[in-house]
């Protein structure tokens, strides 16, 4: 049945917060290769400048030492995962197959770059200066950056084939995070659940991998959840926006769906 139009859709709206480092890392790095996904394409310069903020968040994450061992440990630790469901009923050998090839190529991606992750993006005399005067409160302008905005008024094409170049050693570790947290978020299904009084809390098997909570709220609410936890624990708060002060807690019991990805 379609709705009345005078009847609010009610929509899905999915929080999610990481369990530990590796999956909050993770996460953000997602989240900026999104960002720089969605205004990379667009013609306004504007657009470019929030594209190459993101790619230099990015290239300061990724140059922890540790993130190409971290992303090879998950895939790695995710085949042998899926390598013991082999032999459990009700798991399709077809679908089992795929995956496992997918988490192959994306490790052989890996293990194929050439030095450390987003090295050249680091190492790149404009972007290096773009870098170094963003630090300053509106440092990256035109006059701080001639080079810089003689770029940005080129065509947009000639901007996206730069940012191609920057981003080509990054694309094997997007493509890794992508398969990695899309396994995660599929590794549960949700549940019905209610906080009481606006409060939610469960322990974890610390034996498990817990990876990250799914929390569904709808959309019609106004309010938003609080995340605190770790390997063993995790709780949530409720709270509703105020117009001034310091938001407040939900009061009354509140259901919601929970989707907690141990995997």
């Not at 679908?95 to 030095?115: E, K, N, P, S, W």
């Amino acid at each position: 049945m379609r709705p009345s139009p005078d009847r609010p859709v009610a929509t899905q709206i999915v929080f999610e917060h990481p369990l530990n480092e590796r999956i909050r890392t993770f996460l953000r790095l997602e989240h900026l290769f999104e960002k720089i996904e969605f205004f990379t394409p667009q013609y306004d310069p504007w657009a470019t400048r929030v594209a190459v903020e993101a790619l230099l968040d990015i290239a300061s994450i990724t140059a922890r030492s540790d993130i190409k061992s971290e992303i090879v440990k998950e895939l790695d630790r995710n085949i042998s995962t899926l390598k013991r469901l082999a032999s459990q009923p009700g798991v399709d050998p077809g679908t089992l197959d795929r995956v496992l090839a997918d988490l192959r190529q994306a490790a052989a991606g890996i293990h194929a770059m050439q030095g450390p992750i987003g090295q050249s993006a680091r190492e790149d005399d404009l972007l290096k200066a773009v870098s170094q005067r963003s630090s300053l409160p509106g440092g990256a302008c035109s006059f701080d950056l001639p080079h810089y905005q003689h770029w940005l008024i080129q065509s947009p094409d000639r901007r996206q084939s730069r940012l191609d170049q920057w981003l080509r050693d990054l694309r094997p570790a997007e493509l890794a995070i992508r398969l990695i947290l899309s396994l995660a978020r599929a590794s549960a299904n949700p549940r019905e659940v209610v906080a009481e009084r606006g409060f939610f809390q469960e322990a974890l098997d610390p034996q498990a991998p817990a990876q990250l909570v799914r929390i569904g709220l709808n959309g019609t609410h106004n309010l938003y959840p609080e995340v605190s936890g770790h390997k063993t624990r995790y709780s949530i708060r409720f709270l509703s926006p105020e117009s001034r002060g310091r938001p407040a807690q939900v009061t009354e019991d509140l259901p919601f769906r929970l989707t907690c990805c141990v995997w």
